[in-house]
């Protein structure tokens, strides 16, 4: 559905005012992960690139610009104010993979899965020689998202 609502973004006739051209047409999405989509997102708009870095996407992901601007709970200072109870509801979530995906904003949750501790910095390693003695073996992962 956002790859086909993309191609209706446009602007024909229209003359910007200078401080506006290349800034439009524009699509603003806002998401948090977890639930339905969860993989879609991230992959689309979160992983390969660093946050808050401007790109330019090539034409077969519809030639825009995109970037990724996390946020975390406390990003939003006026939620703890209007809404003290907010928190407490967010812990309520029954688990805590979630509410941290939630609370800090993180896309790297899996929530439900057999291993819920897991973390980039511990569990991804930077790529290196595999030295010749070491066992070696293969192994499959059918994956939640595209086998």
Not at 98 to 114: E, I, Q, S
Request: charged share 20%.
């Amino acid at each position: 559905m956002y790859r086909f609502l993309r191609n209706r973004v446009r602007m024909v006739g229209i003359t910007l005012p200078a401080d506006c051209v290349g800034k439009f047409p524009r699509i603003l999405c806002g998401s948090n992960p977890g639930n339905s989509g969860h993989l879609w997102v991230k992959t689309t708009f979160i992983t390969g690139t660093m946050p808050l870095v401007i790109r330019k996407m090539p034409p077969s992901e519809g030639g825009m610009r995109r970037q990724f601007i996390p946020a975390r709970l406390e990003d939003n200072p006026s939620m703890a104010k209007d809404d003290p109870s907010y928190m407490d509801r967010l812990s309520g979530l029954g688990s805590a993979s979630l509410v941290k995906a939630m609370r800090d904003g993180d896309w790297d949750v899996v929530d439900g899965a057999f291993f819920d501790e897991w973390s980039n910095h511990q569990h991804v390693l930077t790529p290196f020689a595999v030295p010749r003695h070491w066992l070696r073996f293969r192994s499959g992962d059918w994956g939640s998202f595209s086998p």
